[in-house]
Each structure stands twice: as structure tokens, then as C-alpha cells.
Nanobody, 119 residues
Framework: QVQLVESGGGLVQPGGSLRLSCAASGTIFSSNPMGWYRQAPGKQRELVATVTYGRSGDYADSVKGRFTISRDNAKNTVYLQMNSLKPEDTAVYYC?????????????WGQGTQVTVSS
């Protein structure tokens, strides 16, 4: 099994920065993607960013230029550096690991960490 534990969330003022971390345990394959999703009040869960070894990160349009995803395969840890935060970034952020099995996959999720951007 796979376990994902997020950390780094909290309260920050608009324009501030936060760095989220996701520590994975269990059987993690570096070739499989990891990423971050978020769910704001009244909205569906949405993709924030994903990254796969050897490729640049993919980002939602709303966070391009402000957020950066990175991955340390040796530590099985993925990070999300969030800069120039806006109130609309307020959400629960979830870490994701997608394990591919032939032509299908299984998604693993962390419990989520709250990010609140407010003055």
C-alpha cells in the first residue's frame, strides 16, 4: 500500500508564500506521476500541478507563473512552492500518486492540508 502525508499548509497573507511537502511511503515507482490537487469551498477538486521524472511540471492556468512543483525521487517526496498567493488559492490541498498498471491506474491520496490566504 501507499501512504501520503502532506505538510506545510497554514494561514498566509495575500502576496505571501508557502511550501507544501508530501512524504510518500510504501512502494513508489519514480516513473509514475505525482501531483497536487485542491478543493475550494463550493468547487470540485481540481488539478494544481503534476510532475513525472524527466519532464517539466504541468500546471493549472490559474497557478502558472506562481507555483512550482518539484520531486525528490530518492526521498519519495513532492513539493509545491506557492508564491504570490491570492485569496482564491484558499483550499484544501491534496497530494496524489498515480500508479499505472498496464492500461489502467490507481490513484492514492493524502488526507489534505488547509491553505488559507487572507489579510
Amino acid at each position: 500500500q501507499v501512504q501520503l502525508v502532506e505538510s506545510g499548509g497554514g494561514l498566509v497573507q495575500p502576496g505571501g508564500s508557502l511550501r507544501l511537502s508530501c512524504a510518500a511511503s510504501g512502494t513508489i515507482f519514480s516513473s509514475n506521476p505525482m501531483g497536487w490537487y485542491r478543493q475550494a469551498p463550493g468547487k470540485q477538486r481540481e488539478l494544481v500541478a503534476t510532475v513525472t521524472y524527466g519532464r517539466s511540471g504541468d500546471y493549472a492556468d490559474s497557478v502558472k507563473g506562481r507555483f512550482t512543483i518539484s520531486r525528490d525521487n530518492a526521498k519519495n517526496t513532492v513539493y509545491l512552492q506557492m508564491n504570490s498567493l491570492k485569496p482564491e488559492d484558499t483550499a484544501v490541498y491534496y497530494c496524489n500518486y498515480r500508479r499505472w498498471m498496464i492500461s489502467t491506474f490507481v490513484d492514492y491520496w493524502g488526507q489534505g492540508t488547509q491553505v488559507t490566504v487572507s489579510s
